[in-house]
């Protein structure tokens, strides 16, 4: 963070960029920090602004990341949270809460997450449980939205990352919500493609989205994936996080734990390696805190997607111009949070060599890597498309 | 660097020798600051040695000497004599040089035909003999006067040269940076409010730029057709 840079951002030049805090592991929004750089762009808080703000939204089951043109980035966990009854809305306040505050408060408070696989929840809900749901997703799309900073009365327009094998109800439903957030002009791409623009590998390239509810392989020829190109594996984070557990709890059945805290601990250690740290976490047994490896666990459970990913590459590879096919399996890029684990590109690059050898290209600021896609998309974008599709 | 018993620097017979930058030591001087192995060569052997050199010289350009055919023979007789070792006659009857006021000074870079005495009688009534070694000295100078103002001229056409390559670099940085200047221009006013009817293919030129079009297009008519599906359903 640079505190001098956020007392006065326009002192050192043109353009404010707000970087996250390199600490990713944790689900909780990242705290922001500044360096100027540029042209000056206000913030909130100031009442001068450019009269378009455009944002780049990656949409994700278990975090929300966004990155804006003002230069903010920032990170949600996908979770919404209402006070349950009168006693906490005394303690808490009658607001809506969002991520890691609602986690740290869940047990006063009405929790609601409202992305599954990747998509909005609410479209395969019915009745009360349906409305619920698509309350928190625009209001979890309002408060990304207002993580960005737009100033008042600045038009924001969005690019809004989705599942590679998102039905077009859900797209309609992105957005619909994303209009009942108050985002003046929304567009939705499939995330894989959003994370394919931003590091350029528009042809002769798979890039693949390992996300907590999915990971989304994509083929990039050149054109607009199609259904042909894009794979959706249904084996992602949260799938790791439960066989984590399932084992934990199988081989140390006295240790107390959440599947939360179990998230944690495989964002802290996780690993596919067989060198590397041991994974011990401080879980009670019994109440008393006690150090638990579970370094087996983690690589175990890790270890279960990467052959998921290797056949959704030899089917992305096999069905793709022949002439081409060296090409695209030496330009395999993978992003999302899930591409954090220590060791992947390599396990992916050992399973790839049983179906021809390749070359894994983890992308720089995997967790942001499909919202900065899909700010650069908006930025680049055609000043009428906004204009046409704000007014459709 | 020629080493020798110097005890005065300053002596006129002397001083020509340091022109290049060299320098006389003492050898005590030289022994005193560890330089054991000196090579010493007595004054006689460095004259010798620098009128050896001038022969070479005289005779290399002896074709180019725009002296009197006698004169011209003379200089190269003596400068064989001097590199075949055979003595050389300290004096020799030649003609005065004609002072160099007299010059024509469009002839200033060349030598002037100095007139020597032939062992016929000179047709030169101003005639007079002199001290061969005043000629020697006399050719010494204009050679340095030719070699110095050739090497002004080389000199000065590599710095033309030169200043032509940097006149074309600074008129190419000069032209790069007004084309980076408008594109940057361009791309803020892109970035800022994206403009209409703005040429996207200048922004993005390249085959990359050229397929981020195509995409984009295809992306709006997606995004477009999604949205009228919509209105549809719900009319």
């Known amino acids: 963070m ?142 990304v939205k207002s993580l960005a900073r737009p100033t008042r009365g600045q038009a924001v327009y969005a690019v809004v990352g989705a599942p590679s094998e998102a039905t077009k109800a859900n797209k309609q439903a992105i957005i619909d919500i994303a209009r009942a957030a108050g985002i ?41 994936p199609t259904a042909e190109d894009q794979i959706t594996v ?27 805290m179990i998230k944690k601990a495989k ?16 879980f009670p047994v019994d109440g008393v805190p006690t150090e638990i490896d579970i370094t087996n666990e983690v690589r175990e459970a890790v270890n279960l997607i990467v052959p998921e990913i290797v056949d959704g590459i030899r089917k992305l590879v096999s069905t793709f111009d022949p002439e081409f096919q060296e090409r695209i399996r030496s330009r395999v890029f993978v992003g999302g949070g899930g591409s954090q684990i220590y060791g ?49 | 660097m020629i080493a020798g018993r110097q005890t005065d620097p300053g002596a006129p017979g002397r001083s ?47 074709s180019d000497l725009t002296l009197a055919n006698p004169d ?19 004096t020799a009857s030649v003609s005065p040089p004609r002072p160099l006021a007299e010059r024509s000074a469009a002839r200033a870079p060349e030598l002037e035909p100095i007139p020597l005495d032939d062992p016929e009688p000179s047709p030169h009534p101003e005639s007079a003999e002199f001290d061969v070694e005043a000629l020697e000295n006399r050719i010494v100078e204009e050679v340095g006067r030719l070699v110095s103002q050739n090497w002004r001229e080389e000199l000065r056409t590599a710095q033309d040269s030169q200043r032509n390559v940097i006149d074309r670099l600074e008129g190419r940085i000069d032209s790069l940076m007004k084309a980076l200047d408008q594109i940057e221009r361009l791309m803020d006013h892109q970035h800022t409010r994206p403009a209409e009817g703005m040429p996207t293919s200048f922004i993005d030129s390249g085959a990359l730029g050229g397929i981020k079009n195509e995409l984009m297009e295809q992306l709006f008519e997606a995004n477009l057709a999604l949205r009228e599906l919509e209105a549809g359903e719900e009319g």
């Open chain 2, 16 to 62: 020509a020798l340091l022109n290049d930058g060299g320098e006389l030591r003492p050898v005590g001087d030289l022994e005193n600051r560890g330089i054991s192995q000196v090579r010493l060569i007595s004054q006689s052997q460095f004259d010798s040695a620098v009128r050896e050199a001038l022969a070479r010289e005289i005779l290399a350009i002896a």
């Open chain 1, 184 to 224: 003046d002009s929304v567009m939705v791409v499939s995330e894989p493609f959003a994370v394919a623009y931003t590091v350029d590998a528009l042809e002769d390239a798979i890039v693949i989205d390992i996300g907590a509810g999915t990971i989304d392989l994509c083929r990039m020829s050149g054109t607009l």
């Open chain 1, 267 to 282: 964002e802290m250690f996780s690993s596919v390696t067989d060198n590397a740290q041991r994974a011990v976490v401080t």
């Open chain 2, 72 to 90: 011209r023979e003379l200089l190269i007789e003596r400068a064989h004599a001097r590199l075949a070792g055979k003595p050389i006659e300290p």
């Open chain 1, 2 to 143: 640079n505190p001098k840079a956020r007392s006065n951002p326009q002192v050192q030049g043109k353009e404010l960029i707000v970087n996250a805090d390199s600490k990713q592991d944790a689900p909780k929004a990242v705290e922001p920090s500044i360096q100027v750089e540029g042209e000056a762009v206000k913030d909130s808080k100031d009442s001068v602004a450019t009269d378009v703000m455009y944002i780049g939204i990656d949409l994700g089951t278990s975090r929300s990341a966004v990155a804006s043109s003002n230069g903010v980035r920032d990170l949600v966990s996908s979770v919404v949270g209402w006070p349950k009854d009168n006693i906490s809305t005394k303690v808490l306040g009658d607001k809506t809460m969002f991520g890691e505050d609602v986690i740290k408060h869940r047990l006063a408070l009405d929790v609601c997450w409202p992305l599954a696989d990747g998509n909005l929840a609410f479209s395969d809900l019915q009745g009360e449980d349906r409305n619920r749901s698509r309350r928190a997703a625009e209001e979890l799309l309002a408060h």
């Open chain 1, 344 to 392: 992947l590109r390599e396990a992916i690059s050992e399973g790839m060599k049983k179906i021809g050898g390749g070359n894994v290209i983890l992308v720089d600021e995997p967790v942001f890597a499909g919202a900065n896609g899909a700010l650069k998309l908006a930025r680049e974008m055609p000043a009428q498309y906004w204009e046409k599709l704000r007014n459709a």
């Open chain 1, 234 to 260: 249904f084996k992602a984070g949260n799938f790791i996080d439960e066989e984590i557990a399932k084992r934990l709890r199988a081989n140390n059945p006295q240790v107390q734990f959440t599947i939360n």
